[in-house]
């Protein structure tokens, strides 16, 4: 499986929410080798069709599977003499970032560090605090009139940061929330070309999760799957995250369980991976999600809905942790999952499968 290689490139590659394109670039690419048809909405979601034998009643039902390929990033707010000054795009960790190494996606790539004051010239009050995002700056070590010409206030920043391999089957870098489950899907897409399936399979690398779900929501509206499994991370096992708020690094993907997902297709999950003898843990989750499955399952009249994800240590960080095992079993339980579906399980669903205006009842 190329899971873990493709996660490692696309990891590198640039995508902050709202400005995807590079990373999206690469997922068209491998995906599309992978399926039958692949396309980008208006949104920029990564649209690839694998299409299935179908039911013996001739339909095709629709299965669709979405991992965000957006991170977190910053974005320029003012060119401040030699110097630029920034803001976040998503949620980062502040504390992370004093020091990074990072590329300003200006009228060229640039390659610049963020700074502060030195301590030695720091209060009292103030050595002992996080520094606040309005007082770091963004070096690039150029003089303010080339900095003008090259770089305008709203271009994106990215962390500079190649993956880490760590003990055992660690890896650590950049945009593995929500990258890591972009790969599961690739590493599924690569089981299902070996195996047979009644069921279309559309593998959506969706953006824009970061600020707020926006192409899950647009996506599956268009696909308007009878089922849908989002991936996203979940908080692994570190020190300071109690048991009960983390999942075990190494121990399986986790299995979302409470409102936002459908009971049954949990349930079915649950049966592929211990019929599959797939480690798998359970993440109960009574309220809100905030992952792409939050969107999808209100969309149109309803979409049953289940999450899978993938324990990650230090998240929204430039050094998020996960284990390459649970993607790749992560991949797996998608697999064996979507080979088995059959009419009897969109009928237990209480879903009909429609035909999608003008496009045959294909959705690509």
């Known amino acids: 499986m190329q899971a873990v290689e493709f996660l490692k490139k696309i990891s590198e590659a640039s995508g902050v929410s709202g400005a995807e394109a590079e990373v999206a670039g690469i997922v068209a690419e491998?995906?599309?080798?992978?399926a039958d048809e692949v396309r980008s909405d208006a949104l920029g979601n990564v649209i690839a069709l694998k299409r299935g034998d179908g039911l013996a009643n001739g339909e095709h039902p629709r299965i669709m599977l979405a991992a965000h390929m957006d991170e977190i990033g910053l974005m320029i707010t003012k060119v401040d003499g030699g110097f630029l000054r920034f803001t976040q795009v998503g949620g980062f960790d502040v504390r992370t970032l004093l020091g990074q190494e990072v590329t300003v996606h200006g009228r060229k790539k640039l390659a610049g560090v963020i700074g502060s004051r030195p301590p030695h010239?720091?209060?009292?009050?103030?050595?002992?605090r996080v520094v606040p995002m309005d007082q770091l700056f963004l070096d690039l070590g150029l003089e303010a009139e080339a900095l003008a010409e090259l770089v305008a206030v709203g271009d994106v920043v990215t962390i500079r940061r190649a993956p880490v391999t760590l003990g055992r089957s660690l890896l650590a870098g950049k945009s593995f929330d929500d990258r890591a489950c972009v790969a599961a899907i690739e590493g599924c897409l690569e089981l299902l070309a070996k195996r047979r399936h009644s069921w279309d399979v559309y593998a959506v690398a969706t953006t824009q999760e970061e600020v707020g779900l926006r192409g899950a929501t647009t996506s599956a509206y268009g696909v308007a799957p009878q089922l849908a499994i989002a991936l996203d991370v979940t908080f692994g096992s570190q020190p300071g995250v109690s048991d009960s708020e983390s999942m075990g690094m190494g121990d399986g993907p986790s299995i979302g369980l409470g409102a936002n997902f459908h009971p049954k297709v949990h349930e079915r999950l649950v049966a592929t991976a211990k019929a599959h003898e797939i480690p798998y843990q359970i993440d109960p989750t009574p309220g809100r999600s905030g992952t792409d499955a939050w969107a999808?399952?209100?969309?149109?009249?309803?979409?049953?809905?289940?999450?899978?994800?993938?324990?990650?240590?230090?998240?929204?960080?430039?050094?998020?942790?996960?284990?390459?095992r649970d993607a790749e079993r992560a991949a797996r339980l998608l697999a064996e999952f979507i080979a088995e579906l059959d009419g009897e399980f969109a009928q237990v669903l209480g879903v009909q499968v429609k035909r999608l205006s003008g496009q045959g009842g294909q959705a690509c």
């Open 30 to 34: 491998t995906f599309g080798a992978l």
């Open 121 to 128: 010239v720091l209060s009292a009050g103030d050595y002992d």
């Open 296 to 324: 999808i399952q209100v969309t149109r009249e309803g979409i049953p809905t289940a999450l899978v994800s993938i324990p990650l240590r230090s998240m929204h960080t430039p050094v998020e942790t996960i284990d390459t």
